[in-house]
């Protein structure tokens, strides 16, 4: 199936679909094929993918694209392409750079710890080998990406449960050992990425975990943050839309299978529980974010589960300031954007449509009458900012260049 690449004003174009309801869910379209668990889920040109997983029948290969606009799935290439038995697996770690995607490691029929790592290009909607993790073999660890750089760890290997941590640059196809994971060794563990950092929380050490961890790539240092309130689980599911984070389902101490919701707020450090996921609780589902919604969809639960999930999150708009009380100037702009705001006890910060935090000494200037954003490098498209004070965000906007 051929592929329009979009551009991020096109995106930004999407936005407003999902901000008809907040803090609900809705059912979406269920994952063509068989029904499954621990497939790996990655996003690509704003469509959303699934590929592998465990069903009935045994490991699969099989990958799915998901259109949000059409609310429907589509069959793609299998991993490995055509020719690529034997790459049947589930319990892989699955990212995505650019126009390109990645999936490694993991466990097959034959097989209970990969290491290979397989590319997939958008473009040519092909899939070629790269070079193999350079840690050992494992499945059931984690991944999340943050400036073109992947990160990937922890699960379990021959020797035990992990706790060491690499990254991948897909530019150079190298990888470099990082600092160990702040946490317990450990497999089954959710993770992702929120405003350039990387998180890592719950999992199974030996026992169920509910702590949660932050990772600072600048420093390669890690910080552990608020415990998650529910119960301690494995095979949960995360997602972060600055400034809030998401974890979800999982199986825990009690051997149930959960199907609450818990909110992380990025200033303050703390957790609410949201509404619970509608389906049937589960483990090791897949979950991502897309158009600025977090989907949860398949697992397992004692059947092999193919439903899928939107999570619509509050969207934050002037949280104690109103928004007369904040000028934004000239919409949209070519090379900066003016915002007067008649406070100067508050900083900016910077967002791009995936919730990234951009940098503040590169794009933000601090004025007399509040800040200043200069383009420099950013593309064409809509970005965000927040104004922080003291007790955390104060008010929310959105800029476009153009």
Known sequence: MFKILTSALTLALLLPICASAQNTW???DS????????SSSFILNNEAYIVAGLDEEGFRRKMYSYDFLQDDWDQEESLGGINSAGLNR?????????????????????????KDNWEYDLVSQTWSQKSDFIG?????????????????????????????????DVTTNTWTQLNDF??????????????GEGYIGTGDDGVMRNDFWQYAPSTDTWVQKASLPGLPRKGAVGWGIFPNAYICTGEDNTFNYSTDLWEYNFWLDSWTQQPNIPGPGRSNAVAFVLNGL??????????FLDDLYAFTPTLSNGIELEKGDVNIYPLPASDRVTIDVNNQDLELVLLGLDGKQLSTDKYVVKTDTGFMIRR??????????Q????????????????
């Open 90 to 114: 589930g319990s892989a770690c699955a990212f995505a750079v650019g126009f390109k995607a990645y999936v490694c490691l993991g466990q097959g029929e034959t097989n209970g710890f990969f």
């Open 387 to 402: 104004l922080v004070g003291s007790t955390g965000a104060v008010y929310s906007d959105k800029i476009l260049f153009n």
């Open 376 to 385: 420099n490098d950013l593309s064409t498209g809509t970005y965000f900012f």
């Open 136 to 168: 050992e073999a494992r499945r059931q660890a984690v991944a999340f990406v943050i400036d073109a750089i992947a990160y990937i760890g922890t699960g379990i290997a021959p020797s035990g449960l992990k706790k060491d941590m690499y990254s991948y």
């Open 182 to 195: 702040g946490g317990t060794a450990r497999k089954e563990a959710a993770a992702f990425t929120m405003g």
């Open 31 to 38: 994952v063509n094929g068989a029904p499954r668990s621990v």
């Open 294 to 303: 977090g989907f949860v969809g398949t697992g397992y639960n004692g059947i």
């Open 26 to 28: 809705s059912p979406k």
